[in-house]
Each structure stands twice: as C-alpha cells, then as structure tokens.
C-alpha cells in the first residue's frame, strides 16, 4: 500500500509492506503514478536492473532513480516489476521489470528527481515503511 502525503512544492509519500521487498515494490507503484497517473502502461520490453547502496535509504534512493534514469536516457517508462530481490547485509536489490517507450504515454508530473528530504526507511513492529519525497 503507498498513499500521497501533503507537501508544499514536490509529491511526497508512504509506502509500506510486510516485507522489505513489498514496501520497494509498492515505493516503484507511488513513483509511476507520480510520473504518469493512473495510465496503464503496456508490458512490451523486460529489463533486469541491479541496484546497489551504502544503506537502505540509499538503496531505496538508488532503486528509484533507476527508473527516472531509464525513463530519460531509454525511453523507457516502468509498468510493473516482476521479481525483487533485496540483500539487506549486502544493501543490493535485483529486479525483472517491464515497461514500454514513453512515445504512447502522457505523464502528470515531470518528475525530476528523488530526494533524501525527509526519506526514511525503517520496520515498525514487522511492517516495513518507506518515505519518499520527489522533487517535480
């Protein structure tokens, strides 16, 4: 589950889950509808990304950037991931994600950036919950 959060300049939100992967994964959902909506996205291409970090809020930062670096240098916009992988000793994420070329879509936002203001990630009593701000 992810849900918005009120902030003055950029989009900001929770995302949580019962695993350290499953709070990622909804994190990736909360990013593209940021950038496109609720505009489905078709599965045209898959892409396996590895993501490494110096802690979990890196990690996390490292993990989302990906897809606004795909999205700028590859055209190439996320539908949905298909297998993540989190290494927590390690700080390395491993995915399968699928997406199409951003040429058939209309995004809401241009998000430019994540940023590390007020990120947080951290498990409360065995749910894990991320917090992102995206700079728009």
Known sequence: ?????EHTADVKFIAEGNSLEEAFLEASKALKEAICGDIKVLEQQTKEIEIEGDNLE???YNFLEEFIVLLESEDFLISKITEIKIDQKNFI???K????KIDNYKFTNDVKAVTYNEMFVK???GKWRLQVVLDV
């Open 123 to 125: 498990n409360e009593k």
């Open 93 to 95: 994420l491993k995915a």
């Open 97 to 100: 994600v699928s997406g199409d």
């Open 58 to 60: 890196s990690l996390l």
């Open 1 to 5: 589950m992810y849900k918005f959060l």
